[in-house]
């Protein structure tokens, strides 16, 4: 199996921008799709963003479409999430996940995930 640790979380003021990083071990990372959920205090945790194996198709939640960009270095085994202009609506824990069929954004198809990083956007 493949053991996935988030890194880059942090505090940012609003219109600010972070780079959250996903590093995979235990299993190429070419064998999995990826994707990053989040979870705000209070709710549930949703998707945000999925990339196929080979980081040729992506796809976003409207909600950080335009603003957010997700990305795979096979070669790394990392995931990226570059998150430009952040709203406080943004704060919550990222996780990243691996899933071993298919892609895309139904959480319960995910196999594995990360410990999850805080991000903190401020007003």
């Known amino acids: 199996q493949v053991q996935l640790v988030e890194s880059g979380g942090g505090l940012v003021q609003a219109g600010g921008s972070l780079r959250l990083s996903c590093a995979a071990s235990?299993?190429?990372?070419?064998?999995?799709?990826l994707g990053w959920f989040r979870q705000a205090p209070g709710k549930e945790r949703e998707f945000v963003t999925a990339i196929n194996y080979s980081g040729g198709r992506t796809y976003y939640a409207d909600s950080v479409k335009g603003r957010f960009t997700i990305s795979r270095d096979n070669a790394k085994s990392t995931l990226y999430l570059q998150m430009n202009s952040l709203k406080p609506e943004d704060t919550a824990v990222y996780y990243c996940a691996a899933r071993i069929r298919g892609w895309g954004y139904a959480e319960y198809e995910y196999d594995y995930w990360g410990q999850g990083t805080q991000v903190t956007v401020s007003s």
């Open positions: 235990g299993r190429p990372l070419s064998n999995y799709a």
